[in-house]
């Protein structure tokens, strides 16, 4: 009898599975026509608008890891420039942190592939096209800096065309559970030892960041990996709003480190 019902859940995912995936929209190759637009926006800018309302909020800090045990890691791009050469290609300057210890960093954003969506992916914001790029990233970080390394992995960033072909950062879902954008999945490998560590970083969550990422509807993070440097993150915004400690965290979480 188990066998039975184990056999028909079994179907049933299956099942469910085809037709979540039958369901999503079907990508077009745009890969030859992103070259025409200026990605940067999508990596460093003042601002993002908002679920296509107009509304504005800064343009986000990433959240980020490094290590099996899910130390924090900081990330800060000062600059990013398209190339004028290789229209692919963008060039990086910024800071990473792990604890206290900062290094600057320069690199290289390129992208692979590009795409977008021949049906709306969200039926209420018809009148834009939405749209990823896969891109690969490599940077270097100063290696006469302590404990710095070369970061290289893969990153993943949505987009959306407007009416007028103009490309935006894509936050038409910000307010949805678990919304998430400029997933970075990475290895660090230190300059001194050879040795790599996984790496990766994101907009509000973290890719392959299941142990640590504990939250529904935003990032919260397990209570056993708190003390990996997540100390003033869980207080700044899972604590008593009102009390002195909670204030003090959320100036410790919007401080500029980089500068």
């Not at 990596?43 to 800090?61: A, L, M, N, Q, V």
């Not at 990086?92 to 960093?105: A, E, H, P, Y």
């Not at 590009?114 to 709306?120: D, N, Q």
């Not at 009148?127 to 990233?137: A, M, P």
Request: aromatic fraction near 16%.
């Amino acid at each position: 009898m188990r066998a039975f019902i184990y056999t028909i859940l079994t179907c049933i995912f299956i099942l469910s599975a085809i037709l979540t995936e039958a369901q999503k929209p079907k990508p077009a190759d745009f890969y030859f026509n992103i070259k025409n637009f200026d990605l940067s926006k999508l990596w460093k800018s003042d601002s993002i608008t908002i679920e296509g309302d107009g509304d504005k909020i800064p343009f986000p800090e990433p959240l980020g890891f490094i290590g099996e045990e899910f130390h924090r890691f900081y990330i800060h791009y000062t600059s990013v420039t398209k190339s004028k050469d290789t229209p692919y290609l963008y060039y990086i300057t910024g800071k990473t942190r792990v604890k206290n210890n900062i290094c600057n960093f320069t690199g290289e954003i390129l992208v692979q592939k590009a795409v977008t969506y021949k049906e709306p992916v969200i039926p209420e914001y018809k009148q834009y096209k939405s749209g990823s790029v896969t891109c690969l990233v490599t940077f270097y970080e100063d290696s006469t800096q302590s404990s710095s390394g070369i970061i290289k992995g893969k990153l993943t960033s949505d987009f959306y065309l407007d009416k007028k072909g103009r490309l935006h950062y894509d936050a038409l879902m910000f307010g949805s559970d678990g919304f998430s954008n400029n997933g970075s999945e990475a290895t660090w490998t230190s300059y001194k030892t050879g040795k790599s560590k996984k790496c990766n970083w994101g907009d509000f969550r973290i890719p392959g960041s299941e142990k640590l990422d504990i939250g529904v509807g935003e990032f919260s993070v397990a209570g056993e990996y708190v003390r990996n440097g997540w100390e003033t993150y869980r207080k700044a915004w899972s604590g008593d709003p009102d009390a002195p400690e909670t204030t003090k965290a959320k100036e410790a979480e919007l401080r500029k480190w980089w500068q």
